[in-house]
């Protein structure tokens, strides 16, 4: 079973439907004990930083998470992503989990390009920076879908895959032992995307 | 970089598509679930309906499609029409909506746009303009094209853009129907005044068109209904053409 985190953050419409049109039993759960029994974990997220992790907080949920991320494949999605990181700067400075190595700062600060638009919004193609089971069925360079106006730095032994946009080679699939991250939404992206999820779904 | 999106839209009426000209004399084209699927698979980028009902029975009709369209089809998706308050935000996301776009809406009650972008983030929020030019004025039109506003388009999109809209649709009443090509010089003028995602709408007739479009910095997407609906412009031949001409498409 796919445990999705319900921690009252983003709609899971989408990425519930697609995990389940994959045939993959899935459950929305904020349930310490739903995340212990299920086999992977899918933490999800949008919206600002600062406001997810307060939320996480309150949830109770982030001793289970950072016991529950050594044992089995657990997945951070978009801000799901960003939150395993040490720390982001969006709204001022804010702790992560600490699972990856690593900081989330304001995209366009990088820029070079100041009439690049943020947020990075679309289809960007990611490539491959490493091979990695998650890219069973994926080939290095497929468009992938992405909302976001932050992006991990300082990570780079832990990145598996880079989007470019401008001079910026932007994050976008990172892995540190059982803990993956995506900054774009495989859940939009297309078959690309139901094939990535796929192959988390079999690590 | 990003890539260029190419986007169907779907007007949706008592469970069924259709698109007319100039806004009159609307057609019945078929099942929106259906075309949602032909769309997806012939590699659309994003798609785009429009609740033209006006019943009760109607916007559950449509909700029930989206919702199906959603479980099923996992690309982005922008849902317009009949949008006035949060609650009409809110329930068009819950079926797995992306994107709300607000047109009359916004024009009749302004506040929409900030409250939206505060509770769902600017990347959800679409303002979507009708616009016509009226004595050497872009002028902005409410109600599917049918009533002058008296409002400077221009000026519109500015304050959308500072209150929270994170991507414009500028349709072209002008062009709209007329199948010669997208408005590039009312566009133009929107790309010299905001600074977010522009998706063209109204005048697409033929593949060249949209290969001059994506030559107009700031243009991000076009979109068009009646020449995909009726398979005179297959999405797949066109992305494959526009790449060839040096546009960057996902394919």
């Known amino acids: ?203 | 970089m990003l890539a260029k999106r190419i986007i169907p839209c779907l007007d949706v009426k008592d469970g069924r598509v259709v698109k007319g000209t100039n806004f009159e004399g609307l057609r019945d084209m078929a099942d929106p679930v259906e075309m949602a699927r032909f769309y997806n698979e012939a590699g659309a980028d994003e798609l785009v309906f429009y609740d033209i009902t006006a019943s009760v029975e109607g916007r559950g009709l449509f909700t029930d499609i989206l919702r199906q369209v959603a479980s099923e089809i996992f690309i982005p998706l922008t849902v317009g029409g009949g949008i006035r308050t949060l609650e009409d935000f809110d329930r068009v996301l819950k079926c797995g909506a992306d994107k709300v776009s607000v047109n009359s809406g916004a024009i009749a009650n302004p506040n929409i746009i900030v409250a939206a972008a505060k509770r769902y983030g600017d990347q959800c929020v679409v303002l979507s303009m009708d616009v016509k030019r009226v004595n050497g004025q872009f002028r902005l039109f409410a109600k599917g094209g049918r009533e002058d506003t008296g409002i400077d388009a221009m000026d519109w999109a500015e304050r959308g853009v500072k209150e929270g809209a994170g991507e414009i649709v500028l349709n072209s009443i002008d062009t709209d129907g007329v199948k010669n090509g997208f408005d590039l010089e009312m566009l133009d003028a929107l790309a010299a005044r905001v600074h977010v995602p522009i998706i063209a709408s109204g005048g697409a007739g033929n593949m060249e068109d949209f290969a001059e479009l994506f030559a107009h910095p700031g243009m991000d997407g076009g979109l068009a209904a009646s020449i995909f609906h009726s398979r005179q412009v297959s999405i797949r031949e066109l992305k494959r053409y526009l790449r060839g001409r040096g546009v960057e498409m996902r394919l």
């Not at chain 1, 445990?3 to 994959?22: E, I, K, T």
């Not at chain 1, 990181?85 to 190595?101: N, V």
């Not at chain 1, 009439?115 to 919004?121: F, N, Q």
């Not at chain 1, 880079?162 to 995506?182: D, E, H, L, P």
């Open chain 1, 1 to 203: 079973m796919i445990a999705v985190v319900d921690y009252g953050v983003g709609n899971l419409f989408s990425l519930v439907s697609s995990l389940r049109s994959l045939g993959l039993e899935t459950e929305v759960t904020g349930d310490a004990a739903r995340l212990r029994s299920a086999d992977r974990i899918i933490l999800p997220g949008v919206g600002a930083f600062g406001s997810a992790r307060a939320r996480l907080d309150a949830s109770g949920l982030i001793p289970i998470l950072l016991e529950e991320a050594g044992q089995k494949p657990l997945l951070g999605i978009c801000l799901g992503m960003q939150l395993l990181f040490d720390r982001s700067f969006e709204y001022g400075e804010c702790p992560g989990l600490g699972l990856i190595p690593g900081e989330v700062t304001f995209l366009g600060d990088d820029l070079a390009d100041k009439m690049l638009k943020v947020p990075h919004m679309g289809w960007n193609s990611l490539e491959i920076v490493r091979d990695d089971p998650l890219f069973k069925y994926f080939r290095g360079g497929e468009y992938v879908y992405y909302v976001h106006s932050f992006y991990a730095r300082g990570c780079a032994e832990s990145i598996l895959g880079t989007s470019q946009y401008g001079n910026v080679a932007v994050t976008g699939v990172v892995r540190r032992g059982t803990v993956w991250g995506a900054q774009f939404h495989p859940e939009k992206s297309g078959d690309a995307g139901l094939r990535l999820l796929r192959a988390f779904a079999e690590l």
